[in-house]
């Protein structure tokens, strides 16, 4: 008569943790490749991806980072040093932007960023005006609004904005910031069958709002190319002084 062994807890439990945790990179379509990605390159992977977002602001944060979240709250990472090391990326992000702005000059730095695809001069321009409006508190308000976020380092560096100051609004705001999103990720870490359910949404949402970005920096390349060829055409129609 053979005699039947129960597993033991923990080991029952390990395996529980590491279903749910593998559950989360199975989600289909773009968010579910996003995830497979950050599944794959881990924490560090993170870092690196919001040093890249603040440097090219179309990859979002806003999808970065709660999917970071999801996966620590899945127990795929370690939460803690998701939102760590998440802030060091952002920083470092924005102080090459800061030392561009500052060893570089606003125009030359802008003129040289702004040929990288999806990236348009206004935003910088737009960046330098909410920063001579609004002073240093910009550059911590300025983490919480898109697009600002990412550029208000560079007139930050070009006015050289003292390097210590600019270092505390950014690591605390970039922080503050990144806790959220990457905490409201968290909270669905063990709910793997609630986020499933809104797989399809989440993948329309970021389809669009790639869509948005394409679409609305192809409008604005080809109104300032015409805003060129018009300038151009003035140009050449006035008469040559004598």
């Known amino acids: 008569m053979t005699t039947a062994v129960a597993a033991p807890a923990h080991t029952m439990t390990v395996a529980a943790g590491d279903s749910s945790g593998s559950s989360g990179s199975d989600l289909g379509g773009l968010s579910g490749l996003v995830l497979q990605l950050i599944d794959a390159l881990g924490e560090w992977g993170v870092a690196l991806m919001l040093f890249v977002e603040t440097v090219f602001p179309p990859i979002p944060s806003e999808v970065i980072l709660p999917l970071a979240g999801f996966l620590a709250g899945a127990g795929r990472m370690n939460l803690l040093l998701v939102l760590v090391l998440a802030t060091l990326g952002s920083y470092l992000g924005a102080l090459v932007l800061y030392v561009l702005g500052a060893k570089?000059?606003?125009?030359?730095?802008?003129?040289?960023?702004?040929?990288?695809?999806?990236?348009?001069?206004?935003d910088f321009r737009k960046a330098a005006d909410w920063f001579h409006r609004h002073g240093k508190s910009a550059v911590f308000f300025g983490r919480f609004v898109p697009i600002v976020r990412s550029l208000i380092s560079l007139p930050a560096g070009a006015d050289r904005m003292h390097l210590g100051t600019f270092s505390v609004f950014t690591i605390i705001a970039s922080g503050i910031w990144n806790s959220a999103l990457v905490l409201l990720g968290a909270a669905f870490g063990n709910q793997y069958e609630r986020v499933e359910q809104y797989t399809e949404w989440i993948d329309r949402v970021l389809y669009v709002a790639i869509a948005v970005v394409v679409v609305t920096f192809v409008v604005r390349r080809v109104r300032r190319a015409r805003t060129d060829r018009a300038a151009r055409g003035r140009r050449r129609a006035e008469p040559a002084e004598d």
Do not use: A, C, N, S
């Open 104 to 122: 570089i000059g606003f125009e030359r730095t802008t003129r040289w960023l702004g040929k990288l695809p999806l990236v348009d001069e206004d």
